[in-house]
């Protein structure tokens, strides 16, 4: 696989301080979460979550793309079943049964959806955005007439074929310590994405785990200095394909 199922690190991670600023929709029986830029655009960041769904990190996220000018958009990828920040903290959680309730065939349907009802609201060019969990989608939806241009960061659980099956751009942000994207499975990335052709990118941050990006430690420095290049990253990469 170009990286691991998710594990213990995909569940491990910090709640970030700040009062999101979009709103939730009903989209076609799928909450939805929407940030609105300041000027109308055909432009929409498509954001793929990892296990915790929609929650503060997510829209913080959301809410920094729409401030630089995209429509950015969080579905609910677990259909009401995200995994609880709370519950997880207090070992109530067997993610290994989580996994199995949301699989491919659960998964794509919601992001064929969201990608569907994008296109019906004018927007013609999306980026997809996928952290843990959600960077598998990014990488299987990363096709003709779905989503232009992708952006993962400690991406899980994507295998080989789905990576080069890619026909669009990919940046993927990576960590140095991280058991699920490793140095053997990124080197083999490496590998996969010069032979399909797209244009590609792979940034390593050192000194920070698998989850940086989305839910640092942000008191130290050294963390709160990655998650926001991960982040510089994603929007130099969009501004230039898409």
């Not at 969990?133 to 952006?151: Q, S």
Request: aromatic share 10%; with cysteine.
């Amino acid at each position: 696989m170009a990286s691991n199922p998710p594990g213990a690190c995909c569940a491990t991670g910090f709640k970030h301080e700040g009062n999101p600023t979009g709103e939730i929709k009903d989209v076609g029986g799928v909450k939805t979460y929407f940030s609105q830029p300041k000027e109308k655009t055909d432009k929409a960041i498509l954001i793929l979550t990892d296990i915790f769904g929609i929650y503060t990190n997510s829209q913080l996220i959301a809410d920094q793309f729409a401030e630089n000018g995209y429509l950015a958009v969080i579905p609910d990828l677990f259909a009401g079943d995200a995994i609880d920040v709370a519950a997880m903290e207090g070992g109530k959680v067997d993610l290994p049964s989580w996994i199995q309730k949301h699989q491919p065939n659960h998964v794509d349907p919601i992001v064929e959806a969201s990608i569907k009802s994008l296109r019906e609201q004018g927007i013609k060019k999306i980026g997809g955005v996928g952290y843990c969990f959600g960077a598998k989608y990014v990488t299987r939806f990363l096709k003709n007439g779905k989503l232009d241009v992708g952006y993962n960061a400690h991406p899980s659980f994507v295998s080989h074929e789905e990576l080069a099956a890619i026909q669009g751009p990919l940046s993927i942000a990576a960590a140095e310590i991280d058991q699920i994207f490793t140095t053997e499975l990124r080197h083999e990335s490496e590998g996969i994405l010069i032979k399909t052709g797209q244009p590609w990118q792979i940034n390593l941050f050192s000194g920070v785990s698998h989850g940086f990006a989305v839910r640092a430690d942000l008191s130290k420095p050294e963390n709160k200095f990655a998650k926001e290049q991960a982040f510089v990253q994603a929007i130099a990469w969009f501004t230039y394909h898409l």
